[in-house]
């Protein structure tokens, strides 16, 4: 519902009709009228995040889009409180959980290829875990296997046996392997979000192609799309560079970097780093035939029917929801002090990409994640037009901005969410 684009359409149309009609004419008269819409956007947009920061509510970067085309992109705060570097546009964050659409995307490229069906049972391609021999491709993607959450289980084993560095996937498919866990529903019951599906998904890529994960979505998804910004977590390259951006949280006395964690070498659920122009060229990568046939787009953003509790909001790596009678898709991430966020409005080919690197010790106090979507849908989506100001036109001429190419919001809810 291009509510706002559709009402300045029609203002202009009522112009051009009482001035007689020049195709001309009217095609400039959409241009700057567009332009001047992208301004005033760009401008509010402005003023209201950085009050947020200013007030020390947000510290990070903020993107949205219309039609590919950047309407606002800036970064605000600090990035390495030991250095006092500030964040730029070009540093890439830890997604966190919007690492999952990208890892249902390598997988469904598999699928479009013949490679791998998503009714495959899993055992295909991990025999040593054939306690889950009911679950396939699908119940992963779906998050509806009911295979346990490694986040919580591995910390004190991996602890308790003393070993000294991250922990790799296969890790991982050997843990399960060895403590025998069972799945604590039948697959396909219900829904029930665990880390452990997109991890697995990430492995499957793995024993498919033979490459690295991180190295096939590299050249299947990264390059192609030209996320040139944008990497997986590895712990050869990434332990010995280090990533520009730390993740910081509130002590309740002071600002402490979150530092290590063994699990950060497990991809998949988790581990891309990316920057929030790439994070929307991939969102953008579903359309025109860029990666995806119609029929996979259509599998990818299909809510998930489950047999115990009816139809899920969860497709393959995206969650569709309706906010104020529009649809939309998206993920959001919380991973070592990163909040993320990639909003994808369909009918009106709206983007949102909010990345934050600071957060509260109960996950809160820079978290307005919620707060920041309910804005932006009020400047993107306003209830009335921009209308071009006649008197002033000329001064806006040259002027533009540069095509630089949870819950709901839009109920008056907390700010602090936990469902990512």
């Known amino acids: 519902m291009q509510r706002g684009i559709a009402l300045i359409l029609l203002f202009l149309f009522f112009i051009s009709s009482k001035s007689g009609g020049n195709s001309e004419g009217d095609g400039e008269m959409l241009i700057r009228q567009i332009d001047y819409q992208n301004q005033q956007e760009a401008q509010q947009i402005d003023s209201f995040i950085k009050a947020l920061h200013n007030r020390g509510l947000f510290n990070g970067t903020l993107l949205v889009a219309r039609n590919g085309g950047i309407v606002y992109h800036e970064s605000m705060g600090v990035a390495d409180r030991s250095t006092g570097d500030s964040i730029t546009n070009e540093m890439p964050y830890q997604m966190a959980s919007v690492s999952k659409p990208i890892t249902a995307a390598a997988i469904m490229l598999l699928v479009q290829q013949g490679e791998i069906q998503v009714e495959d049972k899993i055992t295909k391609y991990f025999p040593e875990l054939m306690q889950f021999n009911q679950v396939t491709i699908k119940h992963l993607l779906t998050h509806t296997s009911g295979i346990p959450d490694y986040i919580y289980r591995l910390p004190a084993a991996w602890e308790k046996e003393k070993i000294n560095r991250y922990m790799t996937n296969e890790d991982l498919v050997s843990f399960y392997s060895k403590k025998k866990y069972r799945c604590i529903y039948t697959p396909g019951y219900r829904y029930d979000y665990s880390n452990t599906n997109y991890a697995l998904l990430a492995s499957i890529v793995e024993r498919v192609t033979e490459q690295k994960f991180s190295d096939y979505v590299k050249a299947n998804i990264f390059d192609p799309l030209g996320m040139c910004n944008s990497h997986v977590f590895t712990p050869e390259q990434d332990s010995t560079t280090g990533n520009p951006i730390k993740g910081y ?172």
Do not use: Q
Not at 262 to 275: E, H, L, P, Q, Y
């Open 249 to 420: 949280r509130w002590t309740g006395r002071s600002w402490l970097e979150y530092g290590e964690d063994f699990r950060n070498g497990i991809a998949g659920d988790k581990g891309v780093f990316s920057t929030a122009d790439d994070m929307m060229r991939f969102a953008k990568g579903f359309e025109a035939d860029y990666l995806f046939c119609n029929e996979t787009c259509e599998r990818i953003f299909k809510p998930t029917y489950t047999r115990g509790r009816g139809e899920s909001e969860y497709g393959f790596g995206w969650r569709m929801r309706e906010w104020d009678s529009m649809p939309v898709v998206l993920h959001y991430g919380f991973w070592n002090s990163f909040r993320t966020g990639l909003i994808e409005f369909p009918e009106s080919d709206v983007t949102f990409v909010i990345l934050n690197n600071f957060t509260g010790a109960s996950g809160g106090r820079v978290n307005n994640r919620d707060l920041i979507i309910h804005e932006l849908m009020k400047i993107m989506f306003p209830e009335e037009p921009i209308k071009l100001e006649f008197a002033n036109v000329e001064d806006h001429n040259d002027e533009g901005t540069e095509s630089e190419g949870g819950g709901d919001p839009t109920k008056e809810a907390p700010a602090d969410s936990t469902e990512d």
